[in-house]
């Protein structure tokens, strides 16, 4: 039984900093429960850093092989984020034999399968529980808890900037831009806001979910991603109307073609548990057999994350303990297709600006009909223009390939003056 087990921290931002404070704060519960000790022994930041962790008591360099040539650091923690350096040092310490915790989205989603293999070979735990959802337990879950079950689908909100705007522009009718400047007034958007808004953000997160929960391995370049920018007030407006709200949902299916996995904007219908999840929250959504439905819901992002990050630091520190490290590999033993996104499958909500004249709607019914889409229901909602009317197209279900097409052959037809929005329909 070791007496401590310390660790080295690479990075002391606000994850960085949070994760001290808890080691501090919660040190004799901690303690407790992992049976040992965990020390901080040394700090990776930039040097003109160290002095302001001088002051506070802390360890610190400004040089890596410190912490990688100190026989007496067992763990190191990566909190640094992104590709470069993150990824080299996280390897390093592997072929130094030290276990490694990672908030990294960004290096799991893209080298997860490298970054297994290579704690494997070295026989060390890789964990990662921050990289999705921040402090809500998700990663651990599905790959002990949730080991019974087929998990056929993963719905998650994971982005809490685009769920925070989407929330803001329902609330106070806001436009888009409008409420990007006060997302990042509040500290909530980055002054390139682009991975948030553009799914980049969430689409990292549900490549990481979707390898887990369906043992196949799933890269980011494997998402097909859609963002928030085209979402306006009326689109949202629409939705209460008629039973939803629009959320950026992060989705993966098991389908008969495939792993269908993307990002994109939904109308999503009120009665589901994701509709309530508003602000900066975070949920996840899973549906099996025999679990049936779960969800897992929190704050995503921020000093809260340090609870994920503490958590798999205690889960390695007991396997230490009982010399059983390297029990969380990789998972990915089947080789599932991607589906492609022409053949995924959905509802669809479109907006049109058309003629207001006799015989219009039955030549925008024959159009859909003639690419195989099914009308659910077709609304006449307001006068824009004077000889115009805007028209609320609700589809069946349907694939996207005949979404696309449907769209090719209203913008030629002649009644038909703007196609303003197309979003699915959950």
Request: proline letters at 4%.
């Amino acid at each position: 039984m070791e007496n401590v087990v310390k660790i080295g921290l690479l990075g002391a931002g606000t994850i960085g900093g949070s994760v001290i404070e808890v080691l501090k704060n919660n040190r004799d519960t901690i303690t407790q429960r992992a049976n040992t000790e965990i020390q901080i022994k040394n700090i990776l930041v930039l040097p003109h850093e160290i002095p302001k962790l001088h002051e506070a008591g802390l360890p610190a360099t400004s040089s890596y092989d410190e912490i990688l040539n100190d026989p007496e650091i067992k763990i190191v923690v990566e909190l640094i984020g992104g590709i470069k350096p993150a990824k080299d040092f996280i390897l390093q310490a592997m072929a130094h034999g030290k276990n490694v915790v990672t908030a990294n989205k960004d290096v799991v989603a893209q080298f997860g399968h490298e970054l297994f293999d290579a704690a494997d070979a070295n026989k060390i735990d890789f964990l990662f529980e921050a990289a999705v959802g921040g402090a809500i337990p998700i990663i651990m879950p599905l790959k002990r808890s949730l080991t019974a079950n087929k998990i056929t689908e993963v719905l998650g909100i994971v982005n809490g900037t685009t769920n925070y705007m989407l929330t803001k522009m329902g609330e106070d009718g806001t436009d888009y831009e409008t409420v990007l400047k006060e997302a990042q007034a509040c500290g909530y958007a980055e002054a390139n806001p682009a991975a948030d808004v553009e799914g980049k953000d969430a689409a990292r997160k549900i490549a990481i979910l979707a390898s887990i929960a369906f043992n196949s391995r799933v890269k980011f370049e494997d998402v097909s991603m859609e963002g928030i920018t085209h979402i306006t007030p009326e689109d949202i407006s629409y939705a209460k109307e008629l039973g939803y709200v629009v959320k950026l949902l992060a989705v993966a299916r098991h389908s008969e073609l495939g792993i269908d996995v993307r990002v994109n904007p939904v109308f999503l219908a009120k009665e589901h548990p994701l509709a309530a999840v508003s602000g900066v929250f975070n949920a996840i959504f899973v549906r099996g057999y025999p679990i049936e439905e779960a969800m897992f819901f929190g704050p995503g992002a921020g000093k809260p994350t340090a609870s994920a990050v503490v958590s798999d630091i205690i889960e390695i520190v007991r396997g230490l303990n009982r010399g059983s490290t390297g029990r969380f590999g990789c998972t990915c033993y089947h080789q599932f297709p991607i589906c492609p996104v022409e053949e995924t499958v959905s509802s669809y909500y479109i907006r049109l600006l058309v003629d207001d004249k006799p015989g219009v709607l039955g030549k925008i019914a024959t159009t859909f009909g003639n690419v195989d889409v099914s009308l659910k229901s077709v609304v006449q909602t307001r006068t824009e223009l004077e000889d115009h009317v805007e028209i609320v197209v609700i589809t069946h279900k349907v694939k996207h390939k005949n979404i696309l097409a449907a769209q090719t052959a209203l913008k030629v037809l002649s009644v038909v003056d703007e196609i303003f929005n197309v979003i699915r329909v959950e």
